[in-house]
């Protein structure tokens, strides 16, 4: 059950962690069908971490991505990004509204 804790609480992706803190849930009594409600998943699902967690250890519940668009990157820029146009300079359709006085005159 620690390990479960620690692993929940060192886990470097929050769906990682949300699935070790949900067999831990389960691990001290609490019903799956009550961590699914709580954690707005479906009881299979949470069912389906059991059985892994089970048939296979922790490596189960890791999150791996498996495809879609890759995550953009903060840190650096890709070069194709480098060697895109600069930011236009023209001034926008439609300008902002200037703002308004408060009436009170506060």
């Known amino acids: 059950m620690a390990d479960l804790r620690r692993l929940a609480l060192t886990a470097p992706h929050a769906r990682s962690r949300e699935r070790f803190l949900a067999l831990h849930d389960i691990a001290q009594g609490t019903c799956a069908t009550h961590v699914a409600e709580r954690t707005s998943r479906h009881p299979q699902t ?60 506060r």
């Open 46 to 105: 949470v069912m389906g971490w059991l059985h892994g967690y089970s048939e296979h250890g922790p490596e189960a519940l890791l999150y791996r991505r498996t495809g879609g668009r890759p995550p953009f990157a903060r840190t650096s820029q890709p070069r194709s990004a480098q060697r895109s146009a600069q930011p236009s300079r023209k001034q926008p359709a439609h300008p902002s509204p200037a703002p308004t006085r408060n009436p009170a005159g």
